[in-house]
C-alpha cells in the first residue's frame, strides 16, 4: 500500500511566522499534490509538482510555495503565515497523471 | 474552469438500506476522470471508485457503484447495503484529461456528510 506521511497532524504558529509543512511518500511517485480543506468550501489545490525541482500553481497558490528537491519529499512553506491560513493541509501524490492520488492524514494548522 | 457540484450538504439513512449520493460537473472537455473519496473522522481521504470518462459502463467496487451520465454531466455514487462503517463525507472530484495548468490537480465538490442510523 501506498503511504503519504505528513509531519504534523497538530501545529500552532504565530503571525509572520515562516511554516513548512513536510510530505513524504514512499512509492517512487511521479507527482505530488498539496491542498487546502475548509468547511463548506471542499478542498482546493495550492500547488503540485510532476517531478524534482518541477513544481506549477494550483487554484490557491497565494501565500504559499514549495520545495521538492528529492522525488519522495514535497515541502509546503508559508512565508509569513496570517490567520486566514489556519486550516487542514492535505499532501496526496500519484504515480502517474492518470492515475488515481493517495492521501495523507492531514495537517491542521492554527495561525495564532 | 471546471466546477463540481455536491447538492446535498447531509444524507442520512438506515443501517442496511441503500443511499445515493449525487454529483454534477461542468467541463467543456471529453477526456476526464471522475472519483468518489471518502474521509472518515479519522481524516484521511480513502478513494472509493473512479470512472474514466471515455467508458460507458458503470464502475463498481462491491457494495459501491456509480451512475455516470456524461450527456448529463452526473456521476452519482450509490452505496448498497449501507453499514456503520460507511459514515464519512463524501467528495466527488474530477480531474482533465490533459495536463499541465494545474490540470493534474483535482477538483472536488464541497462534500456530503453521510450519516448512517443504526
Known amino acids: 500500500d501506498v503511504k503519504v506521511t505528513q509531519s504534523s497532524r497538530y501545529l500552532v504558529k504565530r503571525t509572520g511566522e515562516k511554516v513548512f509543512l513536510e510530505c513524504v511518500q514512499d512509492?517512487?511517485?511521479?507527482?505530488m499534490f498539496w491542498y487546502r480543506q475548509d468547511p463548506g468550501l471542499g478542498l482546493r489545490l495550492i500547488y503540485f509538482?510532476?517531478?524534482?525541482?518541477?513544481?506549477e500553481k494550483g487554484d490557491i497558490p497565494e501565500g504559499y510555495s514549495v520545495s521538492r528537491e528529492k522525488k519522495e519529499r514535497f515541502s509546503l512553506i508559508l512565508e509569513s503565515a496570517s490567520t486566514n491560513q489556519t486550516s487542514m493541509y492535505l499532501c496526496?501524490?500519484?504515480?502517474?497523471?492518470?492515475?488515481?492520488?493517495?492521501f495523507g492524514d492531514g495537517t491542521r494548522l492554527s495561525i495564532l | 474552469a471546471q466546477t463540481v457540484t455536491q447538492s446535498q450538504p447531509e444524507m442520512s439513512v438506515q443501517e442496511a438500506e441503500t443511499v445515493t449520493l449525487s454529483c454534477t460537473y461542468d467541463?467543456?472537455?471529453?477526456?476526464?476522470?471522475l472519483f468518489w473519496y471518502k474521509q472518515p473522522p479519522s481524516r484521511q481521504m480513502i478513494l472509493v471508485i473512479r470512472?474514466?470518462?471515455?467508458?460507458?459502463q458503470n464502475a463498481t467496487e462491491n457494495r459501491f457503484s456509480v451512475n455516470f451520465q456524461k450527456a448529463a454531466k452526473s456521476f452519482s455514487l450509490k452505496i448498497s447495503d449501507s453499514q456503520l462503517g460507511d459514515a464519512a463525507m463524501y467528495f466527488c472530484?474530477?480531474?482533465?484529461?490533459?495536463?499541465?495548468?494545474?490540470?493534474?490537480?483535482?477538483?472536488f465538490g464541497k462534500g456530503t456528510h453521510l450519516i448512517i442510523q443504526p
Open positions: 496526496a501524490s500519484s504515480l502517474w497523471r492518470n492515475q488515481p492520488q493517495h
Open positions: 512509492m517512487d511517485h511521479e507527482n
Open positions: 509538482s510532476y517531478d524534482v525541482k518541477m513544481k
Open positions: 467541463t467543456s472537455e471529453s477526456d476526464y476522470y
Open positions: 470512472q474514466e470518462a471515455y467508458k460507458q
Open positions: 472530484a474530477y480531474r482533465s484529461g490533459t495536463s499541465g495548468g494545474g490540470a493534474d490537480g483535482l477538483t
